[in-house]
Structure formats: structure tokens, C-alpha cells
Antibody, heavy 121, light 110 residues
């Protein structure tokens, strides 16, 4: 059974940093691209960032480019999102999502339950 | 990257069919057969319902179908059931940032 478990969320002040993690199990992690998708309270889904199976292709939404960094450790079956210079508008539930293939263009076939990030002073 | 355009809400009675549209541009929906649809009941994580315009993952009922014409993709749910009530999101691969979502559509089963 595919499982994706996010962690690392919490309350953080504007301008500070936070690192999210996603522990994956139930599939061969390095056979698939992975993504982060967020959802602000009461709002829709927003794709944040994605990384191919071997980290060779990486993409970011314009809203986080230059502030967020996605990475993965295939030996640890883990996905990460380093978030710097956080803003109030980054407040959201952050989902880890598995892609259906090795590259970024495959749909997101499994999702975690999310970790909540709140940016506030 | 602008979000794809979906109607805010649609509704239908049990047994009826409803269609949710998703309008993009020639840089996303119009150029790629990488349109997917997600179902999100309240308080839960999204679930993939359709990928690559019209393909259903294993376990998704065949009442759910997808199509595309030009810059607009559509999700049709036939034989509506109470359990179909949820928010639905479309998503497309794009020529700029890899993925963009629609604003979401709330489906109400009357």
C-alpha cells in the first residue's frame, strides 16, 4: 500500500524558514517523480514544486521560485521542501504527491494527508 | 502561470449526468494531453479520477469520463450518486511551470 506521510509543518514567523519532509513507502521511490502541492485554508489546490526520479528535472511555481528548494533522498525514500523567506500567503496545508512516472509530466496518483504551515507573527 | 478556469459550482440530482469544464490556453490544455482531474471530499486529500485527458485509474468507476476539445477539457459524471458530492479540480501540464490547477468546482448532489 502506498503511503506518504508529511511532517515538519507548524507556526513560523514571516521571513523565517521551515523544512518539510515526506516519508514514502509501499512503492519503489526512485521509480517516480514527486511533487508538493498546497492548499490555503478554504481555497483551491496550487502546485508548488516537482522533482523527477533522479533529481535531474526540477520545477517551481512562480510564487515560490527563489525561496523554496525541493530535494529528495532516494536512499531514505524521502522528499523534502526547504522553505525560506516565508510569507503570510504561504500559509497552507502542504501535500506530498507521487507522480505516475519518472518525469514531471505524469499526474499525481497518490497523495499524503498534508502538513499545515502557518506563517504569522 | 494563471490558473485554469472552472465553474465555481455545478449540481445535479441522483441518476443525472453533470459536466465540469476546464478552460486553459494553447500553452497548457491546448498543447498537451496531460490533463488530469481530482476529487476532494471535504476534509480529505485529493484523489486522482482521470489522467491524460480520458484515462481512469484502477478502481475509479466508469461513471467518470474525461474529454478535451481545443483549450477546454471536461469531466462528465453520469449516474450521479450522493457519494460524488465533492470539490473537483482539473490540472494540466504547461509549457512554463510544469503544472497548473483549476480553481475548483463544488459538485452538489441535490
Amino acid at each position: 500500500e502506498v503511503q506518504l506521510v508529511e511532517s515538519g509543518g507548524g507556526l513560523v514567523q514571516p521571513g523565517r524558514s521551515l523544512r518539510l519532509s515526506c516519508a514514502a513507502s509501499g512503492f519503489t521511490f526512485d521509480d517516480y517523480a514527486m511533487h508538493w502541492v498546497r492548499q490555503a485554508p478554504g481555497k483551491g489546490l496550487e502546485w508548488v514544486s516537482g522533482i523527477s526520479w533522479n533529481s535531474g528535472s526540477i520545477g517551481y511555481a512562480d510564487s515560490v521560485k527563489g525561496r523554496f528548494t525541493i530535494s529528495r533522498d532516494n536512499a531514505k525514500n524521502s522528499l523534502y521542501l526547504q522553505m525560506n523567506s516565508l510569507r503570510a500567503e504561504d500559509t497552507a496545508l502542504y501535500y506530498c504527491a507521487k507522480a505516475g512516472g519518472i518525469q514531471l509530466w505524469s499526474a499525481f496518483d497518490y497523495w499524503g494527508q498534508g502538513t499545515l504551515v502557518t506563517v504569522s507573527s | 502561470q494563471s490558473a485554469l478556469t472552472q465553474p465555481p459550482s455545478v449540481s445535479g440530482s441522483p441518476g443525472q449526468s453533470v459536466t465540469i469544464s476546464c478552460t486553459g490556453t494553447s500553452s497548457d490544455v491546448g498543447s498537451y494531453n496531460r490533463v488530469s482531474w481530482y476529487q476532494q471530499p471535504p476534509g480529505t486529500a485529493p484523489k486522482l479520477m482521470i489522467y491524460e485527458v480520458s484515462n481512469r485509474p484502477s478502481g475509479v468507476p466508469d461513471r467518470f469520463s474525461g474529454s478535451k476539445s481545443g483549450n477546454t477539457a471536461s469531466l462528465t459524471i453520469s449516474g450521479l450518486q450522493a457519494e460524488d458530492e465533492a470539490d473537483y479540480y482539473c490540472s494540466s501540464y504547461t509549457s512554463s511551470s510544469p503544472w497548473v490547477f483549476g480553481g475548483g468546482t463544488k459538485l452538489t448532489v441535490l
